[in-house]
């Protein structure tokens, strides 16, 4: 079956996955400089330059800006920035081959890729824009390295299907080894995420410095020279309205009852103060004592006394500190369907369906309104007689216009999900109403609908992945390592030149 414009792909496009992870050369702001420029730029590392790579600069400020957006703020800073200014130097060294080999992005592919940007975070494409300048970026520079990735990528992808072949024999002798087709190791890998980077975080601590407290007294005087059956009988009385507080009386009622204060008949009140305005010793006897709480009996030289905290004032104390703090490493992907249908035991009996589809884009000039209107008149001349076929070929904004908007088999999972849940409610012979996906408006004929044993051909697509992803890498770094040879790079941080 093709591979078509709007279907899912085995092996998809290195973008962001979500908008805020910003392509990696979100910062960098590329320069062209001539070889006299070059020269006059000799020496001038505390000017801010920080490489020459063939006829063009990284700056000092590139490189900090893009430290900054990958949040490279801990560790050794003298091996993160030559790490990051490794980096930094590929790109520009995958962009000028690029150039050679013609590799463009145009403004549909890079429409495409930030409608499924949008899609990602459940929003309508023409929101992305406004959330990225929600979060202080600038629309032209997220679009404009938001395009030199995907012509990396597509740099990437030619370089390693030119140099790795993965014939039928080597899935044999994959399959021989590792009969679900899946790469050694993977569950291993799936489980062990890294960890994401320490983080410092500022934290605000928050403390309550009382300097008032409101009372209310009950006193039970004492006179001087008092004998002791005289201080009996008081500390007798005193407990007594203790014992009432105790019974749940109100401390008002009791101080009128008991107390022998002046502010007895105000049902103790004294107020709020401030502490340095309070005797020591009411100070010292309430210093533990939560609001809306008593003291118990305590003695005083001139008697006894019970207290009641009504309330404190004071000042809130805000102290700000930088802490690091480890985030907690991610939840394992979950195995993706097609690796439980290669596992599963017995057979995968896989329902495909036979279809054709006309596609109308949503791009920021044509917005989802009038993507919908359009697609609302196609359906209104397919009503009128004109058929399925024609009219895609017609109107059809997908690769498969040409052939009459017919996409093949389709099984479950290659297709967008609002697509698949359509086309699956339709009959043989269908048409359906219009059908939004995250590439646009959608009409969708059913044809044919058919089910088999995929196993075998899952397992056998399984493996020529996992060959693919064996091979990739190490020829991969093998041609970057040609593409460094074979070019002039003056690192100025660490003081190496390569000349080819």
Known sequence: MRKLGFMKTAVALAIPAIFIAVPSAASAQQAKHSGAAQQRAGGQFADGIAAVVNNEIITMRELQQRMASNRMTTGNQNQVQQTVLQSMIDEKLMRQDAEQYGIKVSDAQLAQAMANIAQRNNLPPEKLRPAIEQMGLNWDAYTRNLRTEMVMEELRNRIIQARVDINESDVDAFLKQNPTGILPGREAERQNQPKPPPQKQVVVERSFVPKAVALQHIYIRVPDNSSDEVVAAARKKADAAMAKLRGGASFASVAKEYSDGPEASSGGNLGIRMFEDWPSLFVSVTKKVPDGRTTGVFKAPNGFHILKVVERRGLVQENKRTVTVQPPAPPPPPVPPIEKMAKQQGPVNITETKARHILIKITPVFSDQQAKA????????????????????????DTSAPLGGEIGWVPPGASDANFEKAMN??????????????????????????????????????????????????????????LRAKSYIDNRLTQQKTRP
């Open 425 to 482: 409610a339709l009959q043989p012979g269908q048409v359906s109403a219009p059908v939004r996906s995250q590439f646009g408006w959608h009409l969708i004929s059913v044809e044919d609908r058919r089910s088999s044993d995929k196993q075998p051909e899952i397992r056998r697509n399984l493996a020529r992945q996992s060959l693919y992803q064996l091979r990739a890498e190490p020829v991969y770094e093998d041609w970057l390592q040609q």
């Open 374 to 397: 359009k697609i609302d008149d196609i359906r209104r001349q397919i009503e009128g007689g004109m058929s399925f076929a024609d009219a895609a070929k017609k109107y059809s904004q």
